[in-house]
């Protein structure tokens, strides 16, 4: 297995399409400190890696972990805020995912004009 395909969205954050449990170990390999999940568990059928499942593949490779799962269509600003809680607390840099990336990307450019 390769390095998922990153897209920074600053210098300290970079979003990507959905994780397998093996990129854990890649991504801390890579210099990264969290992960933090904005898929909903199951939204792709059931190969989908559960949250449980990624979290504790995170913590075996030394990776701090958060589970935000939001909405495809909309994200609130709720989580947007709980968004930003998380990119200031957790240690940097951080990979931030979803299906695409795409919505971790909305999530992150909402959070960022809070």
């Given at each position: 297995?390769?390095?998922?395909?990153?897209?920074?969205?600053?210098?300290?954050?970079?979003?990507?399409?959905?994780?397998?449990?093996?990129?854990?170990?890649?991504?801390?390999?890579?210099?990264?400190?969290?992960?933090?999940?904005?898929?909903?568990?199951?939204?792709?059928g059931p190969d989908q890696?559960?949250?449980?499942?990624?979290?504790?593949?995170?913590?075996?490779?030394?990776?701090?972990?958060?589970?935000?799962?939001?909405?495809?269509a909309y994200q609130s600003?709720?989580?947007?805020?709980?968004?930003?809680?998380?990119?200031?607390?957790?240690?940097?840099?951080?990979?931030?995912?979803?299906?695409?990336?795409?919505?971790?990307?909305?999530?992150?450019?909402?959070?960022?004009?809070?």
């Amino acid at each position: 297995m390769n390095l998922p395909t990153l897209r920074p969205l600053s210098s300290d954050v970079s979003a990507t399409a959905q994780l397998e449990t093996a990129a854990m170990a890649l991504l801390a390999q890579a210099g990264f400190k969290s992960v933090i999940n904005n898929r909903p568990d199951h939204e792709g059928g059931p190969d989908q890696p559960t949250s449980v499942a990624l979290e504790g593949a995170a913590a075996a490779s030394g990776l701090a972990y958060a589970y935000l799962p939001v909405g495809p269509a909309y994200q609130s600003p709720e989580e947007a805020a709980r968004f930003r809680d998380l990119l200031n607390t957790l240690p940097k840099p951080i990979v931030v995912f979803c299906r695409t990336g795409t919505r971790s990307g909305k999530l992150f450019q909402a959070a960022m004009s809070l």
